[in-house]
């Protein structure tokens, strides 16, 4: 348990469902993170909020709408996904973005399969 | 952040110590080095960082080079639930953590 929950663990969905990914942080951390990872790929870096301020996109597409309410809770809204976006998406939060020393905490991640 | 290179794989007989090396050899002065693992169909795991000194915690050892163009990773006794994909990862506070291909570690009964 690393204080990083992700919910669903598992989902599946059409090209036309709209679904939404949650994470939730019980670590008190102010920054959080999406992160992707495609089937024998590295992780890849989505999202960036640091205290519910969005600080990086990293040229994702905009079928992928992040949403930050609070330092605690991120969530990920899908739409309209096609079959290549199917991958586990990791959430991740760390005490701060931007210090030299930062670890990150990542959740168990969703598994999206896209029909 | 600097570039890594990491082989793609290592076995490890259980109990014996698993020494994970990683090559950084651009990096620069301000920079840190990261260890994470991902088990299976699991998020990253933070093991371990460090500047210039070698560390140590309850879960590895880092030992880096004086020049700091290299580390390794030790892992001083080796179980079953060690085998994972092993990421040595280098930044500075103003960087993103990137994550590579990594080294899968196969610990072997």
């Known amino acids: 348990e690393t204080g990083v929950t992700q919910t669903p663990r598992h989902l599946v969905m059409g090209m036309t469902n709209k679904k939404s990914l949650k994470c939730e942080q019980h670590?008190?951390?102010?920054?959080m993170y999406w992160y992707k990872q495609s089937a024998k790929k590295p992780l890849e870096l989505m999202f960036v909020y640091n205290f519910k301020e969005q600080t990086e996109n990293n040229s994702v597409p905009s079928r992928f709408s992040p949403e930050c309410p609070n330092s605690s809770h991120l969530f990920l809204h899908l739409h309209t996904l096609q079959p290549e976006d199917s991958a586990l998406y990791l959430c991740?939060?760390?005490?701060?973005?931007?210090?030299?020393?930062?670890?990150?905490?990542f959740g168990s991640g969703t598994q999206l399969s896209v029909l | 952040d600097a570039k890594t290179t990491q082989p793609p794989s290592m076995d490890c007989a259980e109990g014996r110590a698993a020494n994970l090396p990683c090559n950084h050899s651009?990096?620069?002065?301000?920079?840190?080095v990261y260890w994470y693992r991902q088990i299976h169909s699991q998020g990253p795991q933070y093991i371990i960082h460090g500047l210039k000194n070698n560390e140590t915690n309850e879960m590895a050892s880092l030992i880096i080079t004086e020049d700091r163009k290299s580390s390794t990773l030790i892992l001083p006794h080796a179980t079953l639930r060690d085998t994972a994909v092993y990421y040595c990862i280098v930044r500075t506070g103003a960087n993103n953590l990137f994550f590579g291909t990594g080294t899968r570690l196969t610990v072997i009964p």
């Open positions: 651009t990096i620069s002065g301000n920079e840190y």
């Open positions: 991740a939060s760390s005490q701060d973005w931007g210090r030299a020393v930062e670890k990150l905490f």
């Open positions: 670590l008190g951390h102010n920054a």
